[in-house]
T-cell receptor, first 114, second 118 residues
Framework: DGGITQSPKYLFRKEGQNVTLSCEQNLNHDAMYWYRQDPGQGLRLIYYSQIVNDFQKGDIAEGYSVSREKKESFPLTVTSAQKNPTAFYLC?????????????FGPGTRLLVL | AQKVTQAQTEISVVEKEDVTLDCVYETRDTTYYLFWYKQPPSGELVFLIR??????QNEISGRYSWNFQKSTSSFNFTITASQVVDSAVYFCALSEASQAAAGNKLTFGGGTRVLVKP
């Protein structure tokens, strides 16, 4: 089955700790995205990548970092600089990142701060 | 101002009732796309429909229907004869041509929670 997988489902972070959220897709999509969802709100774009070894900041990139070494993988690191990391994180992908394309989403990772 | 506004935060209906979700958007682009996604309690966003700015034809798919009106910048979604499984949060989203340099990001509304009671 083709799709997007995210792990872990739940992640706990201690103060001052960096944590990495995994996102893998086997859809052969070039574009991948990370969104953050806060309770009762819509999604906001953190980072996106339209091709391997290239990525761009979204609207709320501060305190986050990403890498895109493989087409299938787009991990997100929540750094200690992100002061309010508790949220639901969703990864998405689309064929090429163009205007008309549908973005397909993974199941999400819920990050909680201890 | 919000680019995508979903004024209804929560709607509660009894099974078999119809429910209409409102979405009002704001853009200066002439070329744009509108989307509806469903987020069940599991959390994953499920794609429902995509509509481009040049196609105002309304669409029906099973119990779902969409009403796109450029004159009022609205893209409303109706569930006919609702079922308990329709309980979820529904998001309207906008993709604008002017955002091509920003990866054609989706701008989401705040979502409408639909609760269908048996």
């Amino acid at each position: 089955d083709g799709g997007i997988t995210q792990s872990p489902k739940y992640l706990f972070r201690k103060e001052g700790q960096n944590v990495t959220l995994s996102c893998e897709q086997n859809l052969n999509h070039d574009a991948m995205y990370w969104y953050r969802q806060d309770p009762g709100q819509g999604l906001r774009l953190i980072y996106y990548s339209q091709i391997v070894n290239d990525f761009q900041k979204g609207d709320i990139a501060e305190g986050y970092s990403v890498s895109r070494e493989k087409k299938e993988s787009f991990p997100l690191t929540v750094t200690s600089a992100q002061k309010n990391p508790t949220a639901f994180y969703l990864c998405a992908s689309s064929i090429g990142g163009t205007l008309q394309e549908t973005q397909y989403f993974g199941p999400g990772t819920r990050l909680l701060v201890l | 101002a919000q680019k995508v506004t979903q004024a209804q935060t929560e709607i509660s209906v009894v099974e078999k009732e119809d429910v209409t979700l409102d979405c009002v958007y704001e853009t200066r682009d002439t070329t744009y796309y509108l989307f509806w996604y469903k987020q069940p309690p599991s959390g994953e966003l499920v794609f429902l429909i995509r509509r481009n700015s040049f196609d105002e034809q309304n669409e029906i798919s099973g119990r779902y229907s969409w009403n796109f009106q450029k004159s009022t910048s609205s893209f409303n979604f109706t569930i006919t004869a609702s079922q308990v499984v329709d309980s979820a949060v529904y998001f309207c989203a906008l993709s604008e041509a002017s955002q091509a340099a920003a990866g054609n990001k989706l701008t989401f509304g705040g979502g409408t929670r639909v609760l269908v009671k048996p």
